[in-house]
């Protein structure tokens, strides 16, 4: 399922990063790897906040929607 379809508070594990290599290395560079644990702390217009390795990063919905937990 995409980061984007999880709850709020919701603790989840990344399995997968898709899209091209530019977007997937951009992703892993902000901690979004295969195995590292994420939780969505709060939404904002599309937008996401998320805990990810002891850090919070604001992504959009379509980078969300390539990450898959």
């Known amino acids: 399922m ?4 999880i709850r709020e508070g ?11 290599e530019e977007t ?7 901690g979004f790897v295969p195995g590292g ?3 969505v702390i709060s939404r904002t ?5 998320v805990n990810v390795k002891d850090s919070r990063v604001a992504i959009g919905s379509d980078m969300a ?3 898959l937990v």
Do not use: H, Q
Request: glycine share 12%.
């Open 37 to 39: 644990a994420v939780t």
């Open 10 to 20: 919701e603790p989840g594990v990344i399995r997968r990063v898709s899209g091209k």
């Open 2 to 5: 995409p980061l984007s379809m």
């Open 45 to 49: 217009g599309g937008n996401l906040i």
């Open 65 to 67: 929607a390539r990450i």
């Open 24 to 30: 997937r290395r951009f992703l892993e560079n902000l």
